[in-house]
């Protein structure tokens, strides 16, 4: 039985057949049959994510999941509830990051959301504008420290993150730092066990240093990096490994 905690890629590799069930259930899960998104955004997501991402009932979209079958009954819409204001929203300055092109594009937004999140100044608030509500960042925000509100304006969400000044974000160098070691063979990065964006974040912040070769510790096929790659003019071959993937990267 799956619960909201759930990841929704563990519920699709258990049961394929619900890449067909949820978008009969809902048309927002359509998305998971995108070639690029269908495999990125369900190891973001839990069962509550997607549930709050699609607008619909959590309850109802765990007993679909749960159900032997395709469901019966149309799905039971979520409200979407306006948060009370907090008060370090009132008066801080907004940097505002408008994500809905690029999701109806059908692209992926994180890495955009990400590096707004690293240049924003200390004290600023930053405002994202979604046709949904961005429950999987929320959650990876959060768990940093961050503090989230959301307000819905029409059919647009709009979600503000502001960093505590007490909290101390590490820098860039030193996250890769921590990661990085160099061998006869050239440098190794290990990204495993980081949330998504981060592994893409640090692996692009080493290449634009031009340090190569590069041999990518990663727990999956880092599908979303191989675009880089090619803007970047590089090459690189992929080993399975029993438990992760090794991308080893080498100039043109």
């Not at 921590?178 to 050239?186: D, F, I, K, N, S």
């Not at 990204?191 to 912040?205: I, T």
Request: glycine share 6%; net charge negative; hydrophobic share 40%.
């Amino acid at each position: 039985m799956y619960t909201l905690a759930t990841r929704m890629s563990d519920a699709l590799a258990e049961r394929p057949e619900l890449r067909t069930v949820l978008p009969a259930f809902h048309p927002a899960f359509s998305k998971l049959n995108h070639p690029l998104l269908g495999k990125v955004l369900p190891r973001l997501v839990t069962v509550a994510d997607a549930a709050k991402v699609a607008g619909v009932d959590a309850n109802a979209l765990l007993a679909v999941m749960n159900l032997p079958g395709p469901p019966s009954q149309p799905p039971t819409p979520s409200a979407r509830v306006t948060e009370p204001e907090p008060a370090w929203l009132s008066g801080a300055p907004v940097t505002q990051l408008d994500a809905r092109p690029v999701i109806e594009a059908g692209e992926e937004p994180f890495a955009a959301i990400m590096g707004a999140v690293r240049g924003l100044p200390t004290g600023a608030v930053l405002t994202v504008l979604t046709p949904f509500e961005p429950a999987p960042l929320r959650r990876i925000l959060e768990d940093r420290g961050w503090r989230s509100h959301v307000a819905w304006h029409g059919e647009t969400c709009r979600t503000s993150f502001w960093r505590p000044p007490e909290l101390h974000a590490r820098t860039d160098a030193a996250s890769a730092s921590e990661r990085l070691a160099h061998t006869p063979h050239g440098w190794v990065l290990d990204v495993r066990g980081l949330e998504p964006p981060e592994p893409l974040r640090l692996a692009l912040a080493w290449l634009d240093r031009g340090e190569l070769p590069l041999t990518l510790l990663h727990s999956r096929e880092p599908a979303l990096l191989y675009p880089r790659l090619t803007e970047r003019g590089l090459s690189w071959t992929v080993t399975t490994r029993d438990d992760h993937v090794e991308v080893q990267i080498h100039g043109p």
